[in-house]
Structures are given as structure tokens and as C-alpha cells.
């Protein structure tokens, strides 16, 4: 079959229909949407309806556009107010404590795949690279579960649990290519150079946020456009362009467009109100095509042959 753009539209607005219909159900059971989402493009990929996805550079390039528009509308919806009493703590959870998390869950899964499930075959190195890639909470799933709740959490815990999942991919990525590299080259690592490497896109990426975001503010202000319907777009592709440039100015693009986020959000703008509106349902759309994506990369197959140690 020739697979025309016609036929992605009407394929992929179908599955983006079916997503929203399970969702809703999902909503008034408890369900969590996302895992509903994510289930859906199983149920539609090469072993369920024979929907073949697989190619990994596209789906790399959706989830980096749709987990920054997340991270975005998760930092305009913040108020600054709740996140400034849990700021140290967060910073502290989203590098020490995911650096920790991996640790732990690391030298469980070399436990485990050597005492347990010995046909793994997986190494300690391989085992710390594994753990790397769970290490940090998805911010996607985060932001989704306690605003869709609209949970009423106590002790500021809510804000906190935002902050550390909007800010913890600096430390999760940076250990997940210093293992890959480890891997690969089989030598020792420079473990300072690493760690300067962590520090910088955390610092590049805390300072560009902050000051791109004033910046952006200055200029949605002063720009006078005689089509209102532009703001909202003016601010997606603020937000777009800040984790752009941060990553290229070797920051890291997530925390910056997160921080973004933060002080755009909590400062006064041109039509505010209907942009962050648009945002939300922006967001809710990367979310789908997110976890729709991912889902369509899982073949359940593939996952019976180590079943068990995943769940474990």
C-alpha cells in the first residue's frame, strides 16, 4: 500500500480520536490516561492491528517537540509562589536523589539479572545504564496525573513534585550517555569532566531560562499584532525557540524552556489568558501523539521473554 500523506492524516486523527474517547472512560474509572494512551498505540501497532512504526529517529524527534511543549505549559501554569519554599529541596531531588535512585536501582538490576534471571547475561555497566534511563520521573506523566486529578496535595508537595520532575533530565541524560560512552569504548571515564559537564547544563540552562524568559515577556508586550490569534503562536514558538538555542548554547533545553515556563507564566502579558489556554490544549495534544508514538514502537511480543524481570 502507498503510504500517502492523506493516509497518515486519516490515520493518525482517528487514533488521536479513539485516544481521547479511552481517556475519557479511563478519567471516570481512575484510570491514568497516559498508560491508556500508551496501550492504544500497542493495541494499533505491528502485532495488533499491523500498524508498522519504526522508525526511532522520527519518534525521537516527536517525543523531544512533545515534551517540550509539556515542560513549557507545565512552567506557565506553576505559580511561583508554591514553588519558591520547595526550590532547595527540589534542586536537591532532581540531582542528588535521581543520581542515588540510579545507584540503588542499578546495582539491583546486575543483582537480579545475575542471581535471579542469569540468561539476562546483563554486565554491571550494562545494568547502571538501564538504571540511568528510569532513574528520573516522566515529567509527561507527572504533569498530566496531578493536574487531571487536580489532587489536593498537603505541604506543598504538589510543587515539589513538579519542580523535581521538570528539572531532573539534566542528571538522568548526563548519566545515560557517560554509561553508553562507558559501553561502548570500554574505558574509564573522566569523572570530572563529567561532572563539569552536569554543572554547566544545569547553570547554562537555569540562566537562559530565566533571562530568555524576561526577555520573551519584553517582547510579547511591545509587539503589536492586528491578529490576536497570534500571541498564542508567538508563545509556542517562544518556547520552542528557548529550549532550541539553550541546547545549542550547551545548556540543557528542558530545564531552560521549564524555567521558561516559570516566569513567563508569572508575569503579566498581552492576551494571557487565551494563550494559556492554548498551551493547555497543546500540551493535552503532545501528550497523545507522545504516548501514542511510544506506543506504536512496542511490540507486546517482543516484552513475553523477560516479562517478569520488567515487572520485578
Known amino acids: 500500500m502507498e503510504v500517502s500523506t492523506e493516509l497518515i492524516l486519516l490515520i493518525g486523527s482517528f487514533l488521536f480520536f479513539v485516544s481521547m474517547l479511552v481517556g475519557k472512560a479511563g478519567h471516570r474509572f481512575g484510570v491514568p490516561v497516559l498508560l491508556l494512551f500508551l496501550l492504544v498505540g500497542m493495541v494499533f501497532g505491528g502485532d495488533g492491528f499491523g500498524l508498522d512504526f519504526e522508525n526511532i529517529q522520527i519518534a525521537q524527534a516527536i517525543g523531544t517537540i512533545c515534551l517540550t511543549v509539556i515542560l513549557f505549559s507545565g512552567g506557565l501554569d506553576t505559580k511561583f509562589r508554591e514553588i519558591k519554599p520547595v526550590i532547595q529541596p527540589g534542586v536537591v531531588l532532581a540531582t542528588l536523589?535521581?543520581?542515588?535512585?540510579?545507584?540503588?536501582?542499578?546495582?539491583?538490576?546486575?543483582?537480579?539479572?545475575?542471581?535471579?534471571?542469569?540468561?539476562?547475561?546483563?554486565?554491571?555497566?550494562?545494568?547502571?545504564?538501564?538504571?540511568?534511563?528510569?532513574?528520573?520521573?516522566?515529567?509527561?506523566s507527572v504533569f498530566g496525573i496531578?493536574?487531571?486529578?487536580?489532587?489536593?496535595?498537603?505541604?506543598?508537595?504538589?510543587?515539589?513534585?513538579?519542580?523535581?520532575?521538570?528539572?531532573?533530565?539534566?542528571?538522568?541524560?548526563?548519566?545515560?550517555?557517560?554509561?553508553?560512552?562507558?559501553?561502548?569504548?570500554?574505558?574509564d571515564p573522566n569523572f570530572l569532566m563529567v561532572i563539569v559537564n552536569i554543572v554547566v547544563q544545569l547553570v547554562v540552562g537555569s540562566l537562559l531560562g530565566y533571562f530568555l524568559g524576561k526577555l520573551s515577556v519584553g517582547i510579547i508586550n511591545r509587539i503589536r499584532m492586528d491578529n490576536a490569534s497570534l500571541y498564542p503562536v508567538l508563545l509556542l514558538i517562544t518556547g520552542i525557540f528557548i529550549?532550541?538555542?539553550?541546547?545549542?548554547?550547551?545548556?540543557?533545553?528542558?530545564?531552560?524552556?521549564?524555567?521558561?515556563?516559570?516566569?513567563?507564566?508569572?508575569s503579566k502579558f498581552a492576551h494571557k489568558r487565551t494563550s494559556m489556554s492554548f498551551m493547555d490544549g497543546f500540551a493535552?495534544?503532545?501528550?497523545?501523539?507522545?504516548?501514542?508514538t511510544l506506543g506504536l514502537l512496542v511490540n507486546p511480543s517482543e516484552l513475553i521473554p523477560v516479562l517478569m524481570p520488567g515487572i520485578i
Open 97 to 140: 536523589g535521581v543520581f542515588i535512585t540510579a545507584i540503588i536501582t542499578g546495582v539491583f538490576i546486575w543483582w537480579l539479572s545475575d542471581r535471579v534471571y542469569a540468561g539476562l547475561g546483563m554486565g554491571f555497566l550494562t545494568a547502571m545504564l538501564l538504571a540511568s534511563t528510569v532513574s528520573s520521573t516522566d515529567s509527561a
Open 243 to 266: 529550549f532550541s538555542i539553550t541546547y545549542y548554547l550547551k545548556g540543557n533545553g528542558y530545564l531552560a524552556v521549564y524555567i521558561a515556563g516559570l516566569v513567563i507564566g508569572n
Open 284 to 292: 493535552w495534544m503532545s501528550q497523545i501523539l507522545l504516548f501514542l
Open 146 to 187: 496531578l493536574r487531571s486529578k487536580g489532587l489536593a496535595l498537603k505541604n506543598n508537595l504538589r510543587p515539589l513534585l513538579e519542580l523535581e520532575s521538570g528539572s531532573n533530565d539534566p542528571m538522568a541524560y548526563m548519566l545515560t550517555v557517560t554509561f553508553i560512552s562507558i559501553v561502548n569504548s570500554g574505558n
